[in-house]
């Protein structure tokens, strides 16, 4: 099986957002990070601010927990490749929006690995 995927993308919900998206900007085998629910307002994003592959956020408009203005304002501070996607009308969990979750989610890895 090793060697089989050329192309890797690591993503991750809330804390695992935080702690993919690390990994995956050091690993040389990942082209894309993707954060789900980024928790920018609890740990420190600086790291991406070096991260020169692909950074994606997906995010709700109303989490409450990781408020989405804090997740646009480190967006806005980061170099590109970047995209944030955000989901009208979900909560941190995406309760009754998981459909768009997953949608968001294809349309990027199409987007971003097939195109």
Not at 1 to 6: I, L, P, S
Not at 50 to 79: A, M, N, Q
Request: hydrophobic share 45%; net charge negative; proline share 4%.
């Amino acid at each position: 099986m090793a060697g089989k995927y050329k192309r890797l993308v690591v993503a991750g919900h809330s804390f695992g957002a935080w702690a993919g998206m690390k990994v995956g900007c050091e690993d040389g085998r990942v082209q894309i990070v993707t954060g789900i629910g980024t928790p920018v307002n609890f740990v420190n994003m600086d790291f991406l601010r070096d991260c020169r592959k692909p950074k994606i956020f997906i995010h709700g408009t109303l989490d409450k927990l990781i408020p989405v203005d804090k997740v646009e304002w480190i967006y806005s501070e980061l170099p590109e490749p970047k995209e944030l996607v955000k989901i009208e009308g979900a909560d941190h969990f995406f309760t009754g929006k998981l459909d768009e979750l997953a949608g968001a989610v294809s349309g990027l890895i199409e987007e971003y690995l097939i195109a």
